[in-house]
């Protein structure tokens, strides 16, 4: 059982920078495949990034590939999304997932998301 805790989320302007961190719990949390995933007002929800069990490995959406890291602390049980060049589209509720197989479909465990507003 992993439990997923999102913060960093908030008000920025077209062009800026923001730090998404997600706390998990469990003993595991190294074995485990993280995600971040967004949904927009009126949209499903779309896979953003994901990070292998050691951070050596990393997927992107394209839309934010070239701004947007993705990487993991399993000592700290953390993992990160740092969004630079944020664009108004980009606006969405954030969420941090995690699951054991690797891929940009249906993670086992998610937190209950964080708001990003990105004001043009």
């Known amino acids: 059982q992993v439990q997923l805790v999102e913060s960093g989320g908030g008000l920025v302007q077209a062009g800026g920078s923001v730090r998404l961190s997600c706390a998990a719990s469990?003993?595991?949390?190294?074995?485990?495949?993280m995600g971040w995933f967004r949904q927009a007002p009126g949209k499903e929800r779309e896979f953003v990034a994901a990070i292998a069990w050691r951070g050596t490995r990393t997927d992107y959406v394209d839309s934010v590939k070239g701004r947007f890291t993705i990487s993991r602390d399993n000592a700290k049980n953390q993992v990160y999304l740092q969004m630079n060049s944020l664009k108004p589209e980009d606006t969405a509720v954030y969420y941090c997932a995690a699951d054991q197989d690797w891929g940009r479909g249906e993670y086992a465990y998610w937190g209950r998301g964080t708001q990003v507003t990105v004001s043009s």
């Open positions: 469990g003993r595991t949390f190294s074995r485990y495949v």
